[in-house]
């Protein structure tokens, strides 16, 4: 596609409930990255994958978050038993080349837990 | 572990007026880029430096890379109210094997027309 595609835009969920929020990179592009953003702050790191493999996946908060990207397009960010400070924006980026390429940003999902 | 610092936090200049926010690491980095995030948006890639000592200019804005290749500057001459926007500057560092782009806490820019 021309660009990263998010969805949903915007999701709210009770406390204790999981989430799935997807990811559709730019076609060709192999490297894909999954940032919170939190309100007046800048992105932190998630976890990256290159194709199919994730190669980082140090900034995942706890065991409640888990990220896949089975056929090494399409990335789905998984939040079990969703608590109040999960709420934030979480951006995908994808690049075409992973060290010196500029990331394309998504519009993001802003979750919200009530 | 890596991290970006970037200052100022906030700058409210005049239409007309100069804008600079400096950004920097505490690792060497091999290279660094900067993003623009309009509010209510998502950041928007602008610029990559990789060299030592490089400097980049596209219209009003120009970015510099510092000789250490911890610090990193962008300056917008003659600001206008579309360069209204939150700016950030991301960092990877040269050793360690990470990938990953970290960024910094972002300048906010507002512009008083």
């Known amino acids: 596609g021309a660009g990263v595609s998010q969805s949903p835009r915007y999701k709210v969920a009770k406390r204790g409930q999981d989430v799935a929020l997807r990811c559709d990179p730019i076609s060709g592009h192999v490297s894909l990255f999954w940032y919170q953003q939190a309100l007046g702050q800048g992105p932190e790191f998630l976890t990256y994958?290159?194709?199919?493999?994730?190669?980082?996946k140090s900034g995942l908060p706890s065991d409640r978050f888990f990220a896949e990207r089975p056929e090494g397009s399409v990335s789905t960010l998984k939040i079990q038993r969703t608590q109040q400070e999960d709420s934030a924006v979480y951006l995908c980026a994808s690049s075409s080349d992973r060290i010196f390429g500029g990331y394309t940003f998504g519009s993001g999902t802003r979750l919200t837990v009530v | 572990g890596q991290q970006v610092m970037q200052i100022p936090q906030y700058q409210h200049v005049q239409e007309g007026e100069d804008f600079t926010t400096y950004c920097n690491s505490s690792?060497?980095?091999?290279?660094i880029q900067w993003y623009k995030q309009r509010p209510g948006g998502h950041p928007v890639f602008l610029i990559q430096?990789?060299?030592?000592?490089e400097v980049k200019k596209q219209k009003r804005l120009t970015f510099q890379f510092g000789e250490a290749k911890k610090n990193s500057s962008l300056h917008i001459t003659a600001t206008q109210t579309t360069d209204v926007g939150t700016y950030f500057c991301?960092?990877?560092?040269?050793?360690?094997?990470?990938?990953?782009?970290?960024f910094g806490k972002g300048t906010k820019l507002t512009v008083n027309p």
């Open positions: 430096l990789v060299k030592s000592g």
């Open positions: 994958f290159q194709n199919e493999a994730q190669l980082d």
């Open positions: 690792t060497t980095l091999s290279n």
């Open positions: 991301a960092g990877r560092r040269a050793q360690g094997g990470s990938e990953k782009l970290v």
